[in-house]
């Protein structure tokens, strides 16, 4: 018998059934008496034509909707609000989750394709200085399912083909390791929505343990570190989890990654106004960063109400990525998506859940 508690459960304590990869689903349909093909025309039914309910699918007969009705919970995200930026076509979504949670998710649309930046959390606890997402902490973990759903959501939402995925939205992911294994899982699917992995960037504040445990399984996935400072004193002034692992031990645990996957790292550094953007500092990261194979992605930070800093102006931005160039580290400053549009991870939620209250 399958116990359930082996399963993700969701709403109602249910098999959160999206959550299922194929092998599971299978057995699953399996177990409670039906032919193996079902399992691959309900996978299609959620992870191809996206049905919002069992009532779309058309060809599953009604005695299997009813067990799956009592054995499973079976969800989709609830569009509660977008917003478009006028600068260059961002969208940023807020979500409604089956708890009354919300999040937020980004479709970006760039020469090379459409990007969509999911959340991994609802909330975060990792606390760092600049964020707008940690402000209250984190309220619990996305399932694989709920992470899924913001690209197929978009998706639907767009009407646009997506080409690449970024986890860098609100929340740690490997604070919630085993659901984003889970979802990277769903997501390469050949079955489903089969997104190559080296179209996935999964960002990190650093969890280093979690760094090592995720290059042992090999996957083509990218991986951005959030690195933010040139050394560990200044790392953690802007972030907490630099208090935990210090940052030669990060900088090795990604060193670790790119030799058992061979994926180019990225090093993303929020570049804030007199605290982490004078030449002292491009210097010391060029030492920091000299030999890896890497490059860093420098973002004039995104200023939030409830912070008292900056963002380093434009052309200050290009001399210290020219700093790094001249020392032989790849940089590019990354475009400012939908500043209009409380474009730093996790205003639009603080902002929508602030007015509710
Ligand atoms: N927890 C993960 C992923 C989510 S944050 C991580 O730390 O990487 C995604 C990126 O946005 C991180 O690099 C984070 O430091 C950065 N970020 C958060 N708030 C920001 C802001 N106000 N301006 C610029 N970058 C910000």
């Not at 089969?194 to 650093?206: A, E, F, I, K």
């Not at 570190?225 to 210090?246: F, G, Q, T, V």
């Amino acid at each position: 018998m399958i116990i359930m508690s082996e399963y993700i459960l969701g709403k109602e304590n249910k098999i959160d059934i999206k959550s299922l990869n194929f092998d599971e689903l299978t057995a699953f349909i399996k177990e409670i008496g039906e032919p193996a093909f079902r399992a691959k025309q309900l996978y299609d039914w959620m992870h191809v034509k996206r049905a919002r309910n069992y009532d779309e699918m058309k060809n599953i007969p009604k005695s299997l909707k009813e067990k799956l009705e009592q054995k499973c919970s079976y969800t989709c995200l609830e569009v509660v609000q977008v917003q478009e930026s006028q600068i260059d076509g961002t969208k940023k979504f807020l979500f409604g989750l089956y708890d009354g949670n919300v999040i937020e998710s980004v479709f970006m649309k760039y020469k090379f394709g459409n990007s969509v930046c999911v959340s991994s959390q609802v909330g975060c606890r990792m606390g760092c200085w600049f964020c707008a997402s940690t402000i209250d902490g984190v309220v619990r973990n996305l399932l694989p399912s709920e992470i899924l759903d913001q690209i197929y959501a978009i998706a639907c939402y767009t009407g646009e083909k997506i080409s690449r995925v970024v986890v860098m939205g609100s929340g740690e992911p490997l604070d919630n390791y085993d659901n984003l294994l889970k979802f990277i899982e769903l997501l390469s699917d050949e079955h489903g929505m089969n997104l190559g992995q080296r179209n996935l960037t999964v960002s990190t504040c650093g969890i280093v343990p979690k760094i090592l445990e995720l290059a042992e399984k090999k996957l083509s996935i990218n991986l951005a570190l959030s690195l933010h400072a040139s050394n560990n004193d200044k790392r953690k002034e802007l972030m907490p989890i630099a208090n935990k692992y210090e940052i030669h031990e990060v900088l090795n645990a990604c060193k670790t990654y790119f030799d058992k996957t061979g994926r180019q790292l990225t090093f993303e550094y929020s570049l804030v106004a007199g605290v982490n953007d004078s030449d002292e500092d491009a210097a010391e990261l060029s030492k920091l960063l000299s030999g890896l194979n890497c490059v860093v992605n420098l973002i004039p930070v995104n200023p939030i109400k409830e912070r008292d800093f900056k963002p380093t102006d434009r052309s200050h931005a290009v001399k210290f990525k020219d700093k790094l160039e001249k020392n032989r580290i790849n940089a590019t400053i990354r475009r400012e998506m939908g500043r209009d549009i409380d474009g730093a991870c996790g205003q639009l939620r603080r902002r929508y859940v602030g007015e509710k209250k």
